[in-house]
């Protein structure tokens, strides 16, 4: 299983520049698209999209304000680097073209790998088996293109169990959210999901408390983490 959280590197350089009256407005609306892409586009366009994202956000109005005289020797600084970069670029093109290139395919390659580490320490890696659990993703098409999903029919469990006997187990997951009843009180959980009762075959979630073998066996039954036992129950021992 693989994080929805969006890269912590760009978010922070995007904390780092932007003005602070501005910083939880914007970074919660780039987090909630990157959910969205997540289930549309999958972790790793997910990932390059918020990145590009926070890289365009680096505008004179989201930037932070300095002081005055700050300003007048940054404006000044950058002017008189600006008019040597011009003066050399002038004089030796071909060199500077190289060096440009350079710097430009090098500031991609390092974007590039990084991108593909982050994508690759995403996942989960305390599961027992966790080099043999894959996810199966899908492609849809639309106005004559395939785009890919993250995510898949409820039925393409049967049609794999059916025609792919190396399969030793297979479990649906659909995160969903629902309201939770409380002293009459009905309380928003977001984070929840539907799991086939097969969850701990694949997955090597410890409990502290029940049986892994029979937790989800048959119907209403399920399973919380100890921050929600503690919110509801007021202990970690809700059974």
Not at 149 to 155: E, K
Not at 209 to 217: A, Q, R
Request: net charge neutral; with cysteine; hydrophobic share 40%.
């Amino acid at each position: 299983m693989s994080s929805t959280k969006p890269p912590k590197f760009f978010s922070k350089i995007f904390l780092w520049y932007s003005r602070p009256e501005l910083q939880e407005a914007i970074l919660g609306d780039l987090e909630e698209k990157f959910e969205d892409d997540v289930v549309n586009k999958g972790q790793l366009k997910a990932k390059i999209a918020f990145a590009w994202t926070i890289l365009r956000f680096a505008r004179p109005d989201i930037i932070r304000t300095e002081s005055r005289s700050q300003k007048l020797n940054n404006y000044d600084m950058f002017k008189n680097y600006l008019k040597i970069t011009l003066r050399v670029f002038r004089k030796e093109r071909s060199f500077s073209l190289i060096n440009l290139s350079g710097l430009v395919l090098g500031f991609l390659c390092c974007l590039l790998i990084y991108l593909f580490i982050s994508d690759e320490l995403s996942f989960d890696k305390f599961h027992k088996n966790a080099d043999r659990i894959y996810r199966i993703s899908s492609a849809y098409m639309r106005e004559g293109k395939w785009e890919p999903y993250a995510s898949n029919s409820w039925r393409t469990a049967e049609l794999i169990k059916t025609n792919f006997n190396e399969v030793e187990e297979l479990v649906r997951i659909r995160r969903v959210e629902g309201y939770v009843m409380q002293n009459e009180q009905r309380i928003l959980e977001e984070r929840m999901a539907y799991v086939d009762e097969n969850f701990f075959n694949v997955f090597s979630f410890p409990l502290i408390s029940g049986d892994t073998e029979n937790v989800l066996d048959g119907t209403s039954k399920a399973v919380i983490s100890e921050s929600i036992a503690l919110k509801y129950f007021g202990t970690s021992d809700a059974i």
